[in-house]
C-alpha cells in the first residue's frame, strides 16, 4: 500500500483501499508517520526521493504529470508529494489518478492563512514533510519535463544540488514571450551580480523551478521563502556544491501561468531582501522617510505659510512616521506580522513610539537652531539620524516581536477513505 493524503471527494471517487489523515498542513500516514514525536527526523527514511510538486489550479495537469512520473521513476525508492494552494478541484484531480499508479503520492493541502509564502512557501513546507534522502522540486505545469528526473537526482549523488538550467546549454523556447524572455534573463543577471560567490559562479539558471537538492545539506530554519524563486533563497543562505544540467524548457499543458508583473517586483523586494539585512532595509526606508521629512518640513517654512520651525518640524514628523510605518510594513518587517498583533495595534505602537520620540527630539532640534545656529533642517536631519537605532530597536523588538509558540503536534483534522 501506498500513502496517499486528499480532500474530501465525491462518492463516485471513494474506494476502500488506504486511510490516511490530514493533521494541520501536515501530511501523517497512518502506518508510518503517525506514532512518530513531533519535530522527530528517523535514521533512516522511508523513500530515497521525494519529488515536490506545488500546485495552483493545475488540475488539468495532474493525470500527465503523475502518469508521466510514474513511467520514469519505474523502479526507484521515490514519493511524489503535491503542496497544493488550489481554490478549484486540483486534489480531486489528483487524488483519482493517484489512485490506479504505482507511484506513491501525498498531498499537504494548504488553505486560507496557510498559503504562506507563495510557491516558495510551498516548496519549503513540502521539504520540511518530507523525510527522504533527497528531495526534486519542479512546477506541475509539465514545462518541467518528469523524464528528465532521474537524471537531475543522478547528478546530485556527489555534489548538494543539481540544477536543470535553460541556458548551460539548454533552451528556454518554453517561455512563450519574448517579454518573459527578457524578465528571466534580467532576473538572472540581478541575482548573479548580488551574489557573485553563492550564484554566479555556480549556477546559470538561479531562476529556475526545477532541481534535486540533498535534504542534510540546507537548513530550513534559515530560509525566509517568500514568492516564486525558492532555489535563490536556497542558493544565497548555503554554501552548496552544485552541478548543472541542461534543460529543454517545455510548454506549458494546461491552463494560463501565474507570472505576472508582480512577480517580477516580488522577485526584486527578494533580491533585496537576500542581500541586505533587515537594519539595512530599515536604514533605507529610513532615509526616504527623512526625505520626505525635511521636504514637508521645507513646504512650510518657506511656503505661504512661513510656519515656525517648531510647528513645521511637528507636522513633518507626523507625514513621516505614517509613511516610515507602511514601507516598514510591506519591504522591513513583512515576514513578520504572524506575531498575534493586528495591524490596527501595530500602527497604534508605531504611532505612540514614533511620536514619545519626537517629543523627546524637540529639545535638541532646539539647541542646534538657537545656541549651535545649525539650519533648522539641518538639525531635523540629525535628530532623525541619531534615532534611527532606538526605532529600529522598538520595532523589533515590541512592535514585530514573533510570538513564542510551544511545538506541539498539529490537531487531527479529519480521516477519509480513498
Same mark, same amino acid.
Given at each position: 500500500?501506498?500513502?496517499?493524503?486528499?480532500?474530501?471527494?465525491?462518492?463516485?471517487?471513494?474506494?476502500?483501499?488506504?486511510?490516511?489523515?490530514m493533521?494541520g498542513?501536515?501530511?501523517?500516514?497512518?502506518?508510518?508517520?503517525?506514532?512518530?514525536?513531533?519535530?522527530?527526523?528517523?535514521?533512516?527514511?522511508?523513500?530515497?526521493?521525494?519529488?515536490?510538486?506545488?500546485?495552483?489550479?493545475?488540475?488539468?495537469?495532474?493525470?500527465?504529470?503523475?502518469?508521466?512520473?510514474?513511467?520514469?521513476?519505474?523502479?526507484?525508492?521515490?514519493?511524489?508529494?503535491?503542496v497544493?494552494?488550489?481554490?478549484?478541484?486540483?486534489?480531486?484531480?489528483?487524488?483519482?489518478?493517484?489512485?490506479?499508479?504505482?507511484?506513491?503520492?501525498?498531498?499537504?493541502?494548504?488553505?486560507?492563512?496557510?498559503?504562506?509564502?507563495?510557491?516558495?512557501?510551498?516548496?519549503?513546507?513540502?521539504?520540511?514533510?518530507?523525510?527522504?534522502?533527497?528531495?526534486?522540486?519542479?512546477?506541475?505545469?509539465?514545462?518541467?519535463?518528469?523524464?528528465?528526473?532521474?537524471?537531475l537526482?543522478?547528478?546530485?549523488?556527489?555534489?548538494?544540488?543539481?540544477i536543470?538550467?535553460?541556458?548551460?546549454?539548454?533552451?528556454?523556447?518554453g517561455?512563450?514571450?519574448?517579454?518573459?524572455?527578457?524578465?528571466?534573463?534580467?532576473?538572472?543577471l540581478?541575482?548573479?551580480?548580488?551574489?557573485?560567490?553563492?550564484?554566479?559562479r555556480?549556477?546559470?539558471?538561479?531562476?529556475?523551478?526545477?532541481?534535486?537538492?540533498?535534504?542534510?545539506?540546507?537548513?530550513?530554519?534559515?530560509? #525566509?521563502?517568500?514568492? *516564486?524563486?525558492?532555489?535563490?533563497? $536556497?542558493? %544565497?543562505?548555503?554554501? !552548496?556544491? /552544485?552541478?548543472? @544540467?541542461? +534543460?529543454?524548457?517545455?510548454?506549458?499543458g494546461?491552463g494560463?501561468?501565474?507570472?505576472?508583473?508582480?512577480?517580477?517586483?516580488?522577485?526584486?523586494?527578494?533580491?533585496?531582501?537576500?542581500?541586505?539585512? #533587515?537594519?539595512s532595509? *530599515?536604514?533605507?526606508?529610513?532615509? $526616504?522617510? %527623512?526625505?520626505?521629512? !525635511?521636504? /514637508?518640513?521645507? @513646504?512650510? +517654512?518657506?511656503g505661504?505659510?512661513?510656519a515656525?520651525?517648531?510647528?513645521?518640524?511637528?507636522?513633518?514628523?507626523?507625514?513621516?512616521?505614517?509613511?516610515?510605518?507602511?514601507?516598514?510594513?510591506?519591504?522591513?518587517?513583512?515576514?513578520?506580522?504572524?506575531g498575534?498583533?493586528?495591524?490596527?495595534?501595530?500602527?497604534?505602537?508605531?504611532?505612540?513610539?514614533?511620536?514619545?520620540e519626537?517629543?523627546?527630539?524637540?529639545?535638541?532640534?532646539?539647541?542646534l537652531?538657537?545656541?549651535?545656529?545649525?539650519?533648522p533642517?539641518?538639525?531635523?536631519?540629525?535628530t532623525?539620524?541619531?534615532?534611527?537605532?532606538?526605532r529600529?530597536?522598538?520595532?523589533?523588538?515590541?512592535?514585530?516581536?514573533?510570538?513564542r509558540?510551544?511545538?506541539?503536534a498539529?490537531?487531527?483534522?479529519?480521516?477519509?477513505?480513498?
Open positions: 500500500m501506498r500513502p496517499l493524503l486528499s480532500q474530501h471527494m465525491p462518492d463516485a471517487l471513494q474506494r476502500p483501499a488506504r486511510t490516511v489523515v493533521a498542513n501536515v501530511v501523517v500516514d497512518h502506518r508510518k508517520r503517525a506514532e512518530r514525536p513531533h519535530g522527530h527526523r528517523p535514521s533512516r527514511t522511508w523513500f530515497d526521493t521525494t519529488i515536490v510538486v506545488p500546485t495552483l489550479n493545475e488540475g488539468a495537469n495532474a493525470a500527465p504529470l503523475i502518469e508521466r512520473l510514474t513511467a520514469a521513476m519505474r523502479g526507484r525508492s521515490v514519493e511524489v508529494l503535491f497544493d494552494d488550489s481554490t478549484d478541484d486540483t486534489p480531486q484531480q489528483i487524488s483519482r489518478v493517484a489512485s490506479h499508479v504505482d507511484l506513491p503520492v501525498r498531498i499537504i493541502h494548504r488553505g486560507g492563512a496557510e498559503r504562506t509564502g507563495g510557491l516558495a512557501g510551498a516548496v519549503a513546507a513540502g521539504i520540511a514533510s518530507s523525510d527522504s534522502d533527497f528531495v526534486v522540486v519542479m512546477d506541475g505545469d509539465l514545462q518541467h519535463p518528469p523524464e528528465m528526473v532521474p537524471a537526482r543522478d547528478a546530485a549523488e556527489d555534489v548538494d544540488l543539481s536543470a538550467s535553460r541556458y548551460d546549454g539548454g533552451d528556454p523556447s517561455l512563450v514571450s519574448t517579454y518573459r524572455r527578457w524578465v528571466s534573463g534580467a532576473g538572472t540581478v541575482a548573479q551580480a548580488c551574489f557573485p560567490r553563492r550564484v554566479g555556480v549556477c546559470t539558471d538561479p531562476m529556475t523551478g526545477f532541481f534535486c537538492v540533498r535534504r542534510s545539506a540546507i537548513d530550513l530554519s534559515r530560509m #525566509r521563502p517568500r514568492g *516564486f524563486k525558492i532555489l535563490l533563497e $536556497v542558493l %544565497t543562505r548555503h554554501d !552548496l556544491r /552544485v552541478r548543472e @544540467l541542461p +534543460l529543454a524548457f517545455g510548454e506549458r494546461a494560463v501561468s501565474k507570472a505576472s508583473w508582480r512577480t517580477g517586483v516580488q522577485f526584486l523586494h527578494q533580491v533585496l531582501s537576500l542581500r541586505m539585512g #533587515r537594519f532595509r *530599515f536604514a533605507a526606508v529610513g532615509a $526616504v522617510g %527623512t526625505a520626505v521629512n !525635511l521636504a /514637508v518640513m521645507a @513646504l512650510l +517654512l518657506e505661504p505659510l512661513q515656525h520651525y517648531l510647528i513645521a518640524a511637528i507636522a513633518a514628523a507626523e507625514v513621516s512616521i505614517l509613511h516610515n510605518f507602511l514601507l516598514q510594513e510591506r519591504y522591513v518587517f513583512g515576514g513578520l506580522h504572524d498575534g498583533r493586528s495591524r490596527p495595534r501595530r500602527l497604534a505602537q508605531h504611532l505612540a513610539f514614533n511620536n514619545a519626537a517629543l523627546v527630539r524637540l529639545p535638541f532640534l532646539v539647541l537652531v538657537e545656541t549651535v545656529h545649525l539650519w533642517l539641518m538639525a531635523q536631519a540629525l532623525v539620524a541619531v534615532a534611527c537605532i532606538a529600529f530597536g522598538f520595532m523589533s523588538r515590541v512592535v514585530y516581536r514573533p510570538r509558540q510551544r511545538p506541539t498539529a490537531p487531527l483534522r479529519e480521516t477519509v477513505e480513498v
